[in-house]
């Protein structure tokens, strides 16, 4: 399968191919040609950490009789915003004369490229194709797309092991990725379930909820009952992603 990529960066940035600053999808720029069958990460959020590129597909069916190069589909916003890193498409899949299925890979790599806070939320998503030789179509679908921080979870429990019927203290912290500084930060106020799974058995059941303090720490008692793994989840909100700590096992005698 052939391929074409182009990278960019979405603040005033350099493109390398394909230009990241243009005008707010307004349907058609100049006609001729139909997008349907956009798809984005499967309709899931986009979760994005400090460190690490992030590769999510994309697809979406395009009908022209005119000659293009580099379509493609993007997130935006209204303020003429875009977001995205990098977009790596097939070459056309043919469905019949002038109509081509194409598969998409948008990249995100918030080490290499600058990313702000405020880029966490709703975006929409439109598409667009550059003509041979003058002009292109870029036209508005009618899709949105969320894009999340991710977040962190660490859990301790102690005494380790712990005799039946005393308190065992669980303890953790709630972060989530700052793209401005390309670190994890304390993330207060978040509630989060405490979840236990007997030793032997595979599934974890919530225990109690609790609220991070202001510097996203975690801290409850539950009593020794039987042995078995600790661990917190947290489900996440509509600009921050959601994690699970690791477990941590404690051997009630």
């Known amino acids: 399968m052939g391929k074409q990529v182009w990278r960019v960066a979405v603040a005033g940035g350099a493109a390398a191919v394909f ?5 707010v999808p307004a349907g058609a720029a100049e006609g001729g040609v139909a997008f349907t069958r956009v798809q984005v990460n499967d309709g899931k959020p986009i979760v994005i950490g400090t460190s690490k590129e992030v590769a999510v597909p994309a697809s979406f069916r395009m009908a022209t009789t005119r000659a293009w190069e580099y379509p493609a589909v993007y997130l935006y916003r209204d303020n003429g915003d875009e977001l995205w890193h990098a977009i790596e498409t097939s070459d056309c899949h043919r469905v019949s004369a002038g109509v081509c299925d194409f598969d998409e890979t948008m990249y995100f790599d918030p080490s290499v490229w600058d990313m702000r806070n405020s880029e966490a939320g709703v975006w929409k998503v439109a ?10 179509d870029t036209d508005h679908e009618d899709l949105t797309v969320q894009v999340k921080r991710n977040s962190r979870l660490t859990v301790n429990a102690s005494p380790e092991p712990v005799d039946k019927g005393r308190t065992i ?3 953790g912290k709630v972060t989530r990725a700052d793209w401005q500084t390309r670190k994890y930060a304390s993330y207060g106020g978040r509630l989060v379930s405490l979840q236990f799974k007997p030793a032997g058995t595979a599934s974890y059941s919530t225990v ?3 609220y991070a303090n202001g510097s996203g720490e975690l801290r409850t008692t539950v009593k020794a009952s ?11 909100n509509s600009t921050t992603g959601p994690s699970t700590s690791s477990g941590d096992s404690v051997v009630v005698r």
Not at 127 to 136: C, E, I, N, P, S
Not at 226 to 236: E, K, L, M
Request: charged share 20%.
């Open 19 to 23: 230009t990241a600053v243009a005008a």
């Open 127 to 136: 598409a667009r194709v550059h003509f041979d030789g003058d002009g292109g």
């Open 169 to 171: 203290t669980v303890t």
């Open 208 to 210: 109690k909820k609790v």
């Open 226 to 236: 039987t042995t078995g793994t600790w661990r917190w989840v947290y489900y996440g």
